[in-house]
Each structure stands twice: as C-alpha cells, then as structure tokens.
C-alpha cells in the first residue's frame, strides 16, 4: 500500500487488522510489529533524512499497530505480575540449531546448516544484491533473539520461537538477480530438492510421532469417562533429539474421554483458563505432569518418587506414568496396577479406608 502511494490506506489497514490479529495470535502481531517496523527503517534509511524526521516517519506509519497495547494494559492490570526471565547462553545456542527439530539429529542438524552456510555466501557473494526491508527484519529479529529472556510476560520460549522466522526472513532477504543463468539453475535445483527432502522427512516424523502418542492413548481406554487422572512424564537424565510428544497428553485425555488431567496452562494475565480444584494441590497445572528419574542430577522438574509420595491421593482416580524407568517399577502403596493395551503404567487409586487395629 505505500509503494503504491497509498500511506494513510495502510495506516488504516493496520489500525484495523492490527487488533484481530493480536487476538488470533499475540506473537504473531509482535512480529508483524518487526516486519512493519524494518519497512520503515529500510525507507528512511534509504531517504538519509534527519534522526528526529525518521523517528516520526516511522512512528507515524507504525503507530496504528500499537493500539492492543491499551487491551494488554487493560486485561493484565488486575492479573497481577506475570514472570519474566530466563536468559540462557546455553539454551540459545541449542535453539539456533534446532531450526528444524524434529526426530533425528543428523538430517535436522545438516538442514540447518546448509541454510547458514547458504547465508553466509551469499553475504560474501559478490553478485547478490539484498532486500533491504527482509534484511534489516532478519537482523532484528536475531538481535531480538539473543536480547530477550526465555520468558516474557509469563510465556515460555518468547525468545527461541523468533530462530525460524529470523533465517526465513535472512534466506528471502537474498536476490541473487546478478547471478549468471547456470548458477540460477543449480540454486533452484537445490532448494527444490532440499524442499522434497524435507518434506518426506517432516511428514514421516509427523507419521512417527502420531503412532508413538496412539500407543500410548489405548492406555486411556481403561480409564472411566469424567476420571480425574494424574499424569506423570518421566523424563531421562539426558534429554534425547527427539521432540517430547507425549508432554501434554493428558490434554488429550481432557478432549476425548472429558477427563482432568493435571498438564493445563493457568497463566495470571497469560490466558482466561481457571483451574477450580483445590484437593488437587500442586497437580492441577503444568507442568507438574513433569519428573525425573531417580538419581539424576537435580533440575527443576521433581523425581518421579517425590511426586507419587506428594501425590493427593483423595482427588484422583487413577495414575498414568509414562516414560523412563516405568517398565519394571513396582507398585506404589496407595495404588493398584491397571491392566490396558496401550504403553505406560496405569494405577488406579485405592480410596478403600485403611483396615483399624
């Protein structure tokens, strides 16, 4: 709209647009704010006007975005304060690798470096040109990355999620026109094949991933519809490539059988979620579904012993323990074993009253 001189069109357009999409998606308004926003540095830029003058420039065009700012205000003023934090180096140079996480290591690392290596020549390539708007998006969505904390306004991983975005917006910000025909053609070759590869590998992850958590669920056939179920995920000492599927399929549980299952997101000023189940304790939200090993070095989720021995037995009906070490763990006292066709152990809770002396 403004290349086509269309400027106070597009101030509307996002004084519209901008509070359905902050609605539909906060992030994702978050980032239009940054493409939007690297739009109008790269055009001010390009005019070498005064410091003040862009300033305004910018603001006046972008403006018009920031109105859910007054919403945010308004919902979170009573929703007391939300956690922020987390700064990890560690964690984001993890991240900038796992672009494309998914089953496998080797494949999903080599994708990604490829890509980087791509960047990287065509940094140093003397026949691309860049667009200057998807280039400055791309760096500010990698400065954005490595400045801002894991958590934000009480929302995880407010950081690693800008990683993709930051080496699309790098890769379409590259217009390689200067390049002669043939090695036009090798590129092109390239990324259709490393599309096709991708694809095969993502959707048989995908396929992967769907019989991994199916297995699992045949374990909910046993349990009653409206049960109220504690589910614990027991994670390893060293946490594997793969993505961790099963983190939240006590949701499902919710979903498919009208079961409460202790993995829901009940955030102050987050989302409108209210958990109301006071005998539930500690075992009412995320992520309290996640424990350790036994023996492991101690992080921040509980082992799985203290959390069965923490557990309200009165509140539930049943326990559904998935994971490591779950196959040959005895029977905890307070439950007894659930036979089912699905992976994982199944308790049911013994609420008989214990015999009197």
Not at 328 to 341: D, I, K, S, T, Y
């Amino acid at each position: 709209m403004r290349r086509l001189g269309g400027a106070r069109l597009a101030a509307l357009w996002l004084l519209v647009a901008g509070s359905p999409i902050w609605v539909v998606h906060t992030y994702g308004w978050a980032f239009l704010g940054l493409l939007c926003g690297a739009a109008m540095i790269a055009e001010v830029v390009a005019s070498r006007a005064s410091l003040a003058w862009a300033l305004g420039r910018i603001l006046a065009a972008c403006g018009p975005l920031l109105v859910p700012l007054v919403f945010m205000v308004l919902w979170r003023a009573n929703a007391g304060a939300s956690y922020a934090g987390g700064w990890s180096l560690a964690l984001k140079m993890m991240w900038l690798v796992s672009v494309f996480r998914s089953q496998w290591m080797v494949p999903d690392l080599l994708s990604v470096t490829l890509l980087i290596m791509l960047v990287y020549w065509a940094i140093r390539e003397r026949d691309v040109t860049w667009d200057a708007r998807l280039a400055i998006a791309a760096a500010l969505a990698l400065v954005s990355y490595l400045l801002l904390p894991m958590y934000v306004m009480g929302s995880a991983y407010a950081d690693m999620r800008l990683v993709p975005y930051a080496l699309a917006l790098a890769l379409l910000a590259i217009a390689p026109a200067r390049l002669p025909a043939h090695a036009m053609r090798r590129l092109m070759l390239a990324a259709g094949a490393f599309l096709a590869v991708r694809t095969i590998a993502v959707g048989w992850s995908y396929v992967e991933q769907d019989r991994l958590v199916e297995k699992h669920f045949l374990a909910l056939e046993a349990v009653p519809e409206g049960s109220r179920l504690v589910v614990l995920i027991v994670k390893p000492c060293t946490q594997p490539w793969a993505l961790p599927v099963t983190d939240h399929i006590g949701s499902l549980a919710m979903v498919r059988k009208n079961i409460f299952a202790n993995d829901q997101w009940e955030g102050p000023g987050v989302n409108p979620l209210h958990v109301t189940f006071p005998a539930g304790g500690d075992f009412v939200r995320d992520p309290s579904q996640i424990v350790q090993v036994d023996g492991c070095r101690p992080q921040a989720a509980r082992y799985l012993s203290d959390s069965i021995q923490a557990l309200p037995r009165a509140a539930f009906t049943h326990v559904w323990i998935i994971g490591e070490a779950t196959a040959a763990m005895p029977v905890p006292a307070g439950l007894e074993r659930l036979a089912h066709r699905g992976k994982g152990q199944l308790f049911v809770v013994n609420h008989s009253p214990a015999p009197r002396r």
